[in-house]
Nanobody
Framework: QTQLVQSGGGSVQVGGSLRLSCVASGFTGRRLYRMAWFRQAPGKEREGVALIGGLSTTRYAGSVKGRFTISRDSAETTLYPQMNNLKFEDTAMYYC???????????????????????WGQGTQVTVSS
């Protein structure tokens, strides 16, 4: 059974840092070419935050560029976003996503496209407060 299991998250003060993780399992013999992070704030649509593709190519939404860094381990089974200089507007439920297809698309905002991803994590809450 394929699954993405997220951990980390919680509450942090404005300007602080947080690191999430997402562990993929059950994808034996299949490579996760593209992995990404999305987030959804209350009352808003899900937003693509960052992606990592083949050859570790990365893309970021303009709202997080320069503050967030996406990476994954050499086995391409664990995905990390390092989130620095967090702002109130970063408060959201964060989801990791993955797909075995090669290549990727980005939105006009620079982040990943939701329809590019088949597998999703359970979500983890990040709350930024003063």
């Amino acid at each position: 059974q394929t699954q993405l299991v997220q951990s980390g998250g919680g509450s942090v003060q404005v300007g602080g840092s947080l690191r999430l993780s997402c562990v993929a399992s059950g994808f034996t013999g299949r490579r996760l070419y593209r992995m990404a992070w999305f987030r959804q704030a209350p009352g808003k649509e899900r937003e693509g935050v960052a992606l990592i593709g083949g050859l570790s190519t990365t893309r970021y939404a303009g709202s997080v560029k320069g503050r967030f860094t996406i990476s994954r381990d050499s086995a391409e089974t664990t995905l990390y976003p390092q989130m620095n200089n967090l702002k109130f507007e970063d408060t959201a439920m964060y989801y990791c996503a993955a797909d075995t297809r090669y290549g990727f698309q980005t939105t006009s905002g620079g982040g990943p496209v939701e329809s590019d991803y088949t597998h999703w994590g359970q979500g983890t809450q990040v709350t930024v407060s003063s």
